[in-house]
Structures are given as structure tokens and as C-alpha cells.
């Protein structure tokens, strides 16, 4: 058997069998990659390796040292906290949305990215540019056109703007700002979105039981108010939150007084 087409278990226990110290699940993924042990990792390696921990026969054979973090137990006679196996899936798939992994729950935004590059986007394809992006060197890449959520401009490491998409557009939105008045003022962009990467490199849907667009329009409004871009002509919508503003606190008050008092009273004797 080929290295590169190793089962997921097999590629696992190589990697904790080679290793020193033990291992977090996401750098074993990267470790099977980087070490061509397998060619196929889909788009959420991580997220595979982290299911396969608890399925057996590996279960067996490696302890759960602290939450994220294997060894195999022939290097440890004890993990560091005592926590129950987890329940996995089958060799490429990811954890089913019923059972538990040591992947954290993503919440209300799945999937992230932080400064890209303007000039990595080809906008020549219009409305139908694609942002293209991977959780892990050399895992499957996954086009974040779809995506919805919230995004910011940047002008280098400035946030000049912020702007949600509720429906499934992030790619479109994009370059209409390459079109619009912002489009000379920005070269990089990050971008917050609601939907989850599948383990086949596509978008899954919101999560359920919440007012997508009301989440995304008060993401929006937070993001506004906080950073204060110069580029948003108006608050954030759906904001209609009372301001307080701060009242120092009497006692340092009292003190800064008392202070320049003293300082008066010792410069002139």
C-alpha cells in the first residue's frame, strides 16, 4: 500500500508513533499532509483527524492527554484529565452534527478570514469572482464566493469600512466595491461568515433556530460602532441599543483632587 493513499488511522498513528510530545489534533492533520501520507484530506482535515481519535481501533491505542492533544499509550501511562471518549464517524467524513468531537463548536460564525489580499482575487470574473481559501496548507481549497456575513475594507492594517451580506453573495458584494466610490480606497479585505465548510469543500447552511439577518445586521452595527470607520455614512442598522457614557469613578476622583491640592501646597510653602 502506497503511503500517500494511508487510511486516516494508520497516517494518525504514524504521526504520534514518530513524535516526541504530544500532539494537537490539527497538527497531526498538517503533519499527514506535509508528510504526503495521504492525498486525499478534503477541506476540513483537522476536523476529520479530530473523529478519528475516538474511533476505534484507534481509541484504543491513544490517550487523550488534554483536550485537543494524543499521544499513543504506550508513551503515557495516564492522560493529565480524565474525559470520556467521544463519539466519531466513518474514515473521510466529518462528525455528524449528533455526535461529539474534540472540535469546538464553531457558534454563530463558522468560518473566517483575516486581511486577504485584494489583488488575490481575480475580478475579472465579475459578480462571479471567487475568494478562495483553505483551513490548512495543502487541504483542499474552498471558494467562500457564497459565503454571508459581515466583511471589513482595509487600507493596509485601517478598517475604512464595514458592509454585511445577508444572502448568499460575499464574492458578488466584493466587487461591486471594486466599482463603487470605495474602490480606490482599499487593498485588503477580512470577512466573518455564518455558513460552515463542509468536509467536501462546500458551504453548509446557517445555523438554524436564529434570525440570520437580524445576526448579521447586529454584527454589523457592533462592528460600526466599535471601530468607527470613516467610510460608513451611517450607524448600523438594527441598533438601537441606549448609550451610557462613563462616569469616573469618585474615589479616583476624590484623589485626583487631593493630589493637586498637595502638589499646589508643596510649591508654594
Do not use: C
Request: proline share 6%; aromatic share 6%; net charge negative.
Amino acid at each position: 500500500m502506497k503511503m500517500a493513499q494511508m487510511k486516516w488511522q494508520d497516517a494518525i498513528k504514524k504521526v504520534l508513533d514518530a513524535a516526541e510530545e504530544p500532539v494537537h489534533y490539527t497538527d497531526i492533520a498538517q503533519a499527514i499532509i506535509d508528510e504526503g501520507l495521504r492525498t486525499n484530506v478534503g477541506a476540513t482535515p483537522a476536523a476529520t483527524v479530530a473523529a478519528q481519535l475516538s474511533r476505534p481501533p484507534l481509541v484504543n491505542e491513544v490517550m487523550r492527554i488534554e483536550r485537543g492533544t494524543y499521544a499513543l499509550s504506550t508513551r503515557h501511562v495516564a492522560p493529565l484529565e480524565s474525559e470520556s471518549p467521544l463519539a466519531v464517524v466513518e474514515d473521510i467524513a466529518p462528525p455528524a452534527p449528533s455526535e461529539s468531537t474534540d472540535v469546538e463548536d464553531m457558534g454563530l460564525i463558522n468560518a473566517f478570514g483575516m486581511y486577504w489580499r485584494r489583488d488575490g482575487i481575480d475580478w475579472s470574473r465579475s459578480r462571479n469572482a471567487q475568494l478562495f481559501g483553505s483551513q490548512q496548507s495543502g487541504s483542499a481549497g474552498v471558494d467562500f464566493a457564497p459565503q454571508a456575513g459581515i466583511y471589513l475594507l482595509h487600507d493596509r492594517s485601517r478598517t475604512i469600512y464595514v458592509g454585511r451580506v445577508t444572502k448568499e453573495r460575499m464574492g458578488a458584494r466584493l466587487w461591486e466595491h471594486t466599482r463603487d466610490r470605495l474602490s480606490g480606497r482599499w487593498d485588503r479585505f477580512s470577512w466573518f461568515g455564518v455558513r460552515p465548510v463542509q468536509e467536501d469543500g462546500s458551504l453548509g447552511t446557517a445555523p438554524s433556530g436564529i434570525d440570520i439577518d437580524m445576526l448579521i445586521a447586529t454584527l454589523e452595527a457592533l462592528m460600526i460602532e466599535g471601530l468607527e470607520p470613516p467610510q460608513n455614512r451611517r450607524q448600523g442598522d438594527r441598533f438601537n441599543a441606549l448609550e451610557f457614557i462613563q462616569i469616573i469613578d469618585p474615589d479616583l476622583e476624590r484623589r485626583r483632587l487631593l493630589s493637586q491640592v498637595t502638589t499646589a501646597l508643596s510649591s508654594n510653602p
